[in-house]
């Protein structure tokens, strides 16, 4: 199967997080590619209408997206790893932590484009929005991650910990770990994990 990806992006960590994580990762040929909102690539476009990264086609010509339906794809192709939990509770909770972590990243990119532009100034009231989100989510994982040690792995954590590893490279001045330091000790214990340590961002 081949992926295409980039390595500054924390949806296609996510998926290769996941891939590492059920022992897939040899089975995936990675195809860089540059995108952004404003820069599509007619290649990715042409497998994924939304022209984004990560899009996974598989061996018969199968493409799916987007992160979250990779990783549980993936997940399925080796159960024993059990990247989603059986139960239907725990199930319902792993999907609402990965749709914070999702909608989390979803607003950093917007941030993150926005500083980018260099036609208008980034204005006050955009930032205190996309600041206002973060503190609240990070404060929700902070009051939920002393329940979340000893835990097993799931695809929310994944999102959760690719979430935390973008706020630290590209947001570092936003210094989500002060007065958060339950989420900072998991976080910590998260990404002594090989999959991360493999899946590091780079330039
Ligand atoms: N919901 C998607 C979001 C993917 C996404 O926003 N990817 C970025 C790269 S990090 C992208 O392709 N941006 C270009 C665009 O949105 O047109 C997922 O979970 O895969």
Redesign the pocket.
């Known amino acids: 199967m081949k992926l295409y990806s980039?390595d500054?992006?924390?949806?296609?960590r996510?998926v290769l997080v996941c891939a590492h994580e059920v022992g897939l990762i040899d089975d995936i040929e990675r195809v860089p590619k540059v995108?952004?909102?404003l820069q599509?690539d007619e290649e990715v476009g042409s497998h994924n209408p939304?022209?984004?990264?990560?899009t996974l086609v598989l061996d018969d010509g199968t493409s799916l997206?987007?992160?979250?339906v990779i990783c549980d794809y993936l997940s399925q192709l080796n159960v024993a790893t059990l990247l989603v939990p059986i139960h239907p509770d725990a199930r319902l909770e792993m999907a609402r932590r990965q749709a914070e972590a999702?909608g989390l990243?979803?607003n950093f990119?917007r941030w993150y484009g926005e500083r980018r532009r260099a036609d208008h100034p980034l204005s006050p009231q955009y930032v205190a929005i996309c600041r206002g989100k973060l503190q609240r989510v990070a404060d929700a994982w902070n009051n939920a991650a002393p329940s979340w040690h000893g835990r097993r792995l799931d695809i929310g954590f994944i999102a959760i910990g690719c979430a935390l590893s973008y706020a630290d490279f590209r947001f570092s001045a936003e210094n989500w770990r002060s007065e958060r330091q339950e989420l900072a000790t998991w976080y910590e214990q998260l990404c002594r994990r090989p999959s991360f340590q493999a899946t590091e961002f780079r330039e």
Do not use: E, I, N
Not at 8 to 12: A, G
Not at 50 to 54: A, D, R, T
């Open positions: 980039s500054r992006s924390p949806f296609v996510k995108v952004s909102f599509t939304l022209g984004q990264l990560p997206y987007d992160s979250g999702d990243l979803a990119m």
